[in-house]
Structure formats: C-alpha cells, structure tokens
C-alpha cells in the first residue's frame, strides 16, 4: 500500500491527478471508477488543466460511477439548482472540462424503472469493457467506500443500499442546505458499486482530506477488518494501492514515519528509464 502524505489539499489533489493522468497516457483507452464527493474536486480541476494546457486526452477513456441517489438523476425538468444527483456533479465538476465522449460516460442510474435490474446491468457493463483499471475512492465520516454503508457485506455487488442518519447529515450540510431542500426531501437510498465490485478493479487509488476524517482513516488503514468500515476492505485488495491523504486526515495514523519513508525510499531507487 502506497501512503502519500502531502500537507495541503492541493498538493494532495494534485498527486491524486497525476496518478490518474499516468494511467490515461499509459493506456488512452482505459476504464476509470470515478467518484463524487468534496473530496476529488481538487483532482478534477487538476486533470481539467491538464487536458487544456497539456492535453491530456480523454477521447477514449471509459468511465463508471460508483454511486447515485435513488429517485435522482439528469432530470431536466427539475430546477438547476435543485437537481443534486451525482450525474449532475460529475458533469459540472469533471465531464464538461475534458473531451470525454458521451457514449464512455456510465452512470447509475437514479430513475431507472428497475433499480434492481439496473444494478445487474450495470455489473455486466463494467465486465463487458474490461473491468476497471483503476478505481477513484473518497471515504465518508462513517467510513464507508460508495454508499456501502455500515454492515455491508465485503463481497457486496452493485445494489440499493439505505443511507445511514451520518450520510444523510454529511450530505445534508454539503450540498442540501445550500440548495434549500429540507432533510425530508432528501434521497434516503442510493444505487453502489459493492465493496466486492470495487475489489475487483486493478488499482485503486483512494483519497481523503481534513480533521474530520482523521480517525476514520486511521481505523479503515490501521485498524481491523470489518464490514463495520467498508473502506478497510482495502487492506484485502490485491491490486495496486495509492492512497493520498493530506496532513490533518493522516494526523491520526501510527506508522506515518514508516510511510514516508517507504515513499523515499521509492524515489531513490526508483529504477531509471
Ligand atoms: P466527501 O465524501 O468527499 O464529500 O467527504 C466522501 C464519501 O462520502 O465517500
């Protein structure tokens, strides 16, 4: 497991873009897992420059959502500022900086007639390209990866999940209040890609930022096991692991010298080319 810690959000972001910006010149075709969230906006912001002032290309890119809330979705007949699906987040904070076709763009599918339906298809989509390559992941407060909330099973596969009272809290503050619908309005369940759907990407690359994640990240990396912290399935991944934390999420890990030195260690010897 790679832990990089970085002292502000941005150079964190900025790490977690370039991690994302290797894999896409390495293989231009690739399937990416994105996430939504306050956490990967740095990142995005920082694959949108790049794609202007560099030219990164997104033109073949596929990409797969992890998350959205049920009863949500692109809506068009929903006020702007009232449509809180997860499509329209990636689309204003992601998709409409980049040259990413419409046609690789795969979200879950708040409105779908049968979500349970949708959900199998969706699995057979991600089978169908390839897999994915690499998996974007933030953590919520209660420790979850997507919306596999509390108790959800390791092996989990892209279903409905209810939202615990903490996520609808979380959210509630990040984006509800702002746009002025109530809690009672609020979606109260969500489509997730599963823990054991995540686990089966090749990479993955997660990232947290601030205090408030401080102990959840600690016990997700440090601490035991458990369907109780969905993220700490990530020490049972096989593939390769980056996770990017800024100094204040990581102010409660025990072994952050280990982990900067590890990281030292692999720049000095990094082979050459
Ligand atoms: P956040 O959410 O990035 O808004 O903190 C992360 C998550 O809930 O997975």
Redesign the pocket.
């Known amino acids: 497991m790679n832990i990089i810690i970085r002292d502000t959000y941005e150079e964190m972001s900025k790490y977690a873009a370039e991690v994302i910006a290797s894999m896409i010149r390495e293989k231009p075709d690739c399937v990416l897992g994105l996430?939504t969230?306050?956490?990967?906006v740095g990142a995005y912001r920082e694959l949108a420059r790049m794609h202007k002032e560099e030219g990164l290309d997104f033109s073949r890119v596929r990409t797969f959502n992890l998350d959205e809330y049920l009863g949500v979705g692109l809506d068009m007949t929903m006020p702007y500022e009232m449509d809180q699906s997860y499509a329209r987040f990636m689309y204003e904070e992601f998709f409409k900086h980049v040259n990413i076709k419409k046609e690789n763009i795969f979200l879950p599918d708040g409105l779908a007639e049968d979500p349970d339906e949708f959900c199998r298809a969706y699995e057979e989509q991600i089978k169908r390209v390839g897999g994915i390559d690499l998996q974007l992941?933030?953590?919520?407060c209660d420790g979850?990866?997507?919306f596999n909330e509390p108790g959800s099973s390791l092996t989990s596969r892209t279903r409905v999940e209810a939202l615990t009272k903490q996520?609808l809290d979380?959210n509630y503050e990040?984006f509800y209040r702002k746009a002025g619908i109530s809690r009672d309005q609020m979606p109260h369940y969500a489509i997730t890609m599963g823990v054991g759907t995540i686990l089966e990407a090749r990479n993955i690359l997660m990232m947290a930022n601030g205090k408030k994640?401080a102990t959840v990240i600690a016990k997700a990396l440090e601490g035991p096991v458990t369907s109780q912290i969905t993220a700490s399935a990530i020490q049972l991944f096989g593939g390769g692991i980056t996770v990017v934390l800024d100094r204040e999420a990581a102010s409660e890990l025990k072994n952050t010298e280990h982990y900067m030195h590890r990281e030292n260690l692999k720049n000095a010897f990094q082979p050459s080319e």
């Open positions: 996430a969230g306050s956490t990967p992941l933030g953590i919520g979850h990866w997507a996520t979380d990040s994640k």
